[in-house]
C-alpha cells in the first residue's frame, strides 16, 4: 500500500519560512516523479512545484518562482518543499503526490492527507 505523509506544516508571519516534507512508503520513491499543490479555502486544487525522479527537472506554477524550492533525497524516500518570503496568499493545504513516471507526466495517482500552511499578515 502507497503512502504519502506531509509535514512541516504551521503558522508563519509573512516574510517567513517553512519546510515541508512528503514521506512516501510502499513504492520504489526514486522510480517516480513528485509534485506538491495546494488548495485554498474556496478555490481549486492547484499545482505548486514537481521535480523528476532524480532531481535534475524542476517545474514551478509562476507566483512561487524565486522563493518556493522543491528537492528530494532519494536515501530517505522524501520530497522537500522550502517556502521563503512567504506571502498570505500563499495560505492553503498542502498536498503531495506521486507522478506515474520517472518524468514529471503530471499524472499523479497517489496523494497525502495535506498539512496546513497558514501566512498572517
Known amino acids: 500500500q502507497v503512502q504519502l505523509v506531509e509535514s512541516g506544516g504551521g503558522l508563519v508571519q509573512a516574510g517567513g519560512s517553512l519546510r515541508l516534507s512528503c514521506v512516501v512508503s510502499?513504492?520504489?520513491?526514486?522510480?517516480?516523479?513528485m509534485g506538491w499543490f495546494r488548495q485554498a479555502p474556496g478555490k481549486e486544487r492547484e499545482f505548486v512545484a514537481a521535480i523528476n525522479w532524480n532531481g535534475g527537472s524542476t517545474y514551478y506554477t509562476d507566483s512561487v518562482k524565486g522563493r518556493f524550492t522543491i528537492s528530494r533525497d532519494n536515501a530517505k524516500n522524501t520530497v522537500y518543499l522550502q517556502m521563503n518570503s512567504l506571502k498570505p496568499e500563499d495560505t492553503a493545504v498542502y498536498y503531495c503526490?506521486?507522478?506515474?513516471?520517472?518524468?514529471?507526466?503530471?499524472?499523479?495517482?497517489?496523494w497525502g492527507q495535506g498539512t496546513q500552511v497558514t501566512v498572517s499578515s
Open positions: 503526490a506521486a507522478d506515474r513516471t520517472r518524468a514529471v507526466s503530471h499524472m499523479y495517482n497517489y
Open positions: 510502499g513504492r520504489t520513491f526514486s522510480s517516480y516523479a
